[in-house]
């Protein structure tokens, strides 16, 4: 059963930073786009970032513009999400999904999830 694994997320003060990993197995990572998504309390699930498999194309949400950076590690089966500059608003789930079709920026896209970290910026 393929799973994905958010590790990396907790709290930090405004204007810090975190580093998010998502580790797969059981899937073939490096023929998936990997995308980021985030959910806040009583809000829909919103685009983050993804990183195509083909050419490693990246796409940002504009809110995450320059504070933000998805990586990915083919030989650790990794992406990663580099956090910079932490808002309060950043607050909320983050979720890691694999894609191998669609538009990457809505979930529907995504075959496979992960269960989420935390994310709690405070003031």
């Known amino acids: 059963q393929v799973q994905l694994v958010e590790s990396g997320g907790g709290l930090v003060q405004a204007g810090g930073s975190l580093r998010l990993s998502c580790a797969a197995s059981?899937?073939?990572?490096?023929?998936?786009?990997m995308g980021w998504f985030r959910q806040a309390p009583g809000k829909e699930r919103d685009f983050v970032a993804a990183?195509?498999?083909?050419?490693?194309?990246?796409y940002y949400a504009d809110s995450v513009k320059g504070r933000f950076t998805i990586s990915r590690d083919n030989t650790k089966n990794t992406v990663y999400l580099q956090m910079n500059s932490l808002k309060l608003e950043d607050t909320a789930v983050y979720y890691c999904?694999?894609?191998?079709?669609?538009?990457?920026?809505?979930?529907?896209?995504?075959?496979?999830w992960g269960q989420g970290t935390q994310v709690t910026v405070s003031s």
């Open positions: 999904a694999a894609s191998r079709y669609g538009n990457h920026y809505y979930p529907r896209s995504y075959a496979y």
């Open positions: 990183i195509t498999w083909s050419d490693y194309s990246i």
């Open positions: 059981l899937i073939t990572f490096s023929s998936y786009t």
